[in-house]
């Protein structure tokens, strides 16, 4: 969703919640989910791979690859 279209920050990216007893700004989800799709895009990788390519379905072949695995999904 383009923050535009947001309801919840009708476009500043940033909504008001309160915290102990005060008002703060704090990221709005549109604002999350722009930044992933931007990181997404920026990566570079090809479309055939963004949904084919998981860790779920990785399977390792070395003891480098499990390792590899292991720190890519912390």
Known sequence: MTPRACPSCHGTGYVVQEKEGRLVAATCSCRNADRI??????????????????FETFR??????????????K
């Open 37 to 54: 799709s931007r990181l997404v895009a920026r990566a570079g990788i090809p479309q055939r791979y963004r949904n084919a390519c998981v």
């Open 60 to 73: 390792p072949r070395n003891a480098s690859q499990e390792k590899a695995l292991l720190l890519a999904r």
